[in-house]
């Protein structure tokens, strides 16, 4: 066999077994010419939720002191004088927040002034004069809104408005006040004050409270009842059954 008939079989064997040796590294480099797509399966991280705001309920029960203003009504035919004397009082309040700043409360309260009523005649003439002076017990019930500002961990600023009733009863009566015992009158309510925590759940409530209403009783039926704005400094001590929110 001649050297050209060598090559020829020697080139035929070659082309023969190439694909068999060359094919795993020819599809390994188109494999790793194309695009890759890189798929991570790593689980994404939840994303962080805001906190659920936590509702605040609290019972309080403290004293106010009831100071009323006195109103005078001067016509052409009677000088009139209403007034409440100043009495302490028992004030209870249960409150609760839907907001971290917004929330109502319900009050109560309990006082014992004695109603003053002294008619005399006109300033521009001379006449007797009648006073009337009946001890009388004195019910509050009132809801309000409540808005609040938290200044501190553990100290909140708030104010109030609202409205509810006020109840007066003549202990003793005189004259006509006999027949008009239990007189309910309507009253709108605001005010302002501090909560402060103590330690646990107890805290301390500052807070001052203004009534606006009108007296309960006039001596006669062509008397009027005259408006007042009733001061109640008041100063509570408050149990909390939650935290307070944060802003």
């Known amino acids: 066999m001649n050297l050209f008939t060598q090559h020829c079989c ?7 077994i190439g694909p068999v040796l060359f094919s795993p590294r020819i599809f390994a480099q188109t494999a790793s010419a194309g695009p890759t797509t890189v798929v991570d399966c790593t689980a994404s991280a939840p994303k962080a939720q805001p906190p659920a705001h936590r509702i605040e ?10 100071l009323s203003a006195t109103r005078i009504d001067d016509t052409k035919t009677t000088f009139m004088t209403q007034s409440l004397a100043p009495s302490a009082e028992v004030f209870a309040t249960f409150r ?35 006073q009337t002076f009946v001890p009388t017990n004195m019910f509050e019930i009132s809801l309000s809104y409540i808005a609040q500002k938290h200044l501190t961990e553990n100290a909140a600023a708030f104010a109030e408005l609202g409205a509810g009733t006020i109840a007066f009863e003549a202990i003793h ?3 006509d006040f006999q027949n008009r015992s239990n007189a309910f009158l309507p009253e709108g309510v605001t005010g302002f004050g501090i909560d402060y925590r103590l330690a646990h759940h107890l ?3 500052a807070e001052y409270r203004g009534l606006f209403t009108r007296y309960p009783y006039p001596d006669y039926v062509d008397s009027t009842r005259l408006h007042t704005l009733i001061s109640a400094p008041t100063l509570s001590v408050t149990y909390n059954f939650g935290k307070h929110s944060q802003r």
Request: proline share 7%; net charge positive.
């Open 10 to 16: 020697r080139t035929a064997l070659l082309l023969a």
């Open 57 to 66: 309920t609290s019972v309080s029960v403290g004293a106010a002191a009831q």
């Open 96 to 130: 609760q927040s839907f907001q971290p700043w917004l929330g109502y409360s319900v009050n109560f309260g309990y006082t014992r002034p004695t109603y003053r009523y002294i008619v005399s005649a006109p300033a521009s003439s001379s006449g007797p004069t009648n």
């Open 173 to 175: 009566g005189a004259g």
């Open 203 to 205: 805290g301390l409530r």
